[in-house]
């Protein structure tokens, strides 16, 4: 790619907002990180925004009560919302278990005329207990910590994701190839 069509999309008008959706461990992070380092390779401006980050500093102190998740995805719509009206690609992963959660942050966001992409980021109960990269799923099937997904709490998977990545049966790189292509194609729906 030239220096020019860097700088053009070092410009964009309008970002997107992409929000991965998924048990914890399911890959959301992986593939969301992945994403940005191509992106911003190109030149775009990119966030990613986790629960990681998110609880250690918008929403410290919330805990996982449906209220309380509510709360910090509505927090998280909103900056994601601010960001993207400026031409920022933001990545959001966060495990957002409700459908009643989801459909709000997507409210907030297209209110603003912004797309949002929700993707499924899909792997089994079995597969995330297996891979475990936290070591929450051990501890949770002990009974050592509350409210779970996936084990003491519900996940209501997506009924219309714009994508479905299934974590457990594609590659990494196969996954965050074909998330790459809808983030590009939409962009250049918006920019033309
Ligand atoms: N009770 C409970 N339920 C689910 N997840 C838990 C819980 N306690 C801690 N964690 C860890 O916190 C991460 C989820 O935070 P999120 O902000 O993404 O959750 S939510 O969207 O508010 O549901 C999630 O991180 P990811 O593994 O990156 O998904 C977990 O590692
Ligand atoms: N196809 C895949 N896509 C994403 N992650 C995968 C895949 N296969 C195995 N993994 C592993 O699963 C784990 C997912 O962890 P992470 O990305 O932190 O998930 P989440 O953010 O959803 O909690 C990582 O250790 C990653 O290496």
Redesign the pocket.
């Known amino acids: 790619m030239g220096a020019g069509a860097v700088s053009y999309h070092r410009c964009l008008d309008r970002g997107v907002v992409v929000w991965l959706?998924?048990?914890?461990?399911?890959g959301?992070?992986t593939i969301a990180s992945r994403l940005a380092e191509m992106l911003r390779m190109e030149g775009f401006r990119v966030e990613v925004l986790?629960?990681?980050w998110?609880?250690r500093t918008v929403?410290e102190g919330?805990?996982?009560t449906r209220e309380?998740?509510?709360r910090?995805?509505r927090r998280?719509a909103w900056i994601a919302r601010l960001l993207a009206r400026n031409g920022v690609i933001v990545l959001c992963?966060?495990?957002?278990?409700?459908r009643e959660?989801r459909s709000m942050v997507r409210g907030i966001v297209e209110e603003e005329g912004i797309p949002f992409l929700e993707i499924y980021v899909k792997a089994s109960l079995e597969e995330v207990i297996r891979r475990d990269?936290?070591g929450?799923y051990r501890k949770?099937l002990k009974g050592e910590?509350?409210?779970?997904?996936?084990?003491?709490?519900p996940y209501e998977p997506p009924e219309k994701p714009e994508l479905v990545l299934d974590t457990e049966s594609n590659p990494v790189e196969d996954n965050v190839a074909k998330l790459y292509r809808l983030v590009k194609s939409t962009l250049e729906t918006q920019h033309v």
């Open positions: 959706t998924g048990l914890p461990g399911s959301k992070t986790d629960g990681d998110a609880r929403s919330a805990g996982f309380e998740r509510i910090h995805l998280i992963s966060f495990v957002s278990p409700y959660a990269p936290k929450l949770a910590i509350k409210n779970f997904t996936g084990v003491t709490d």
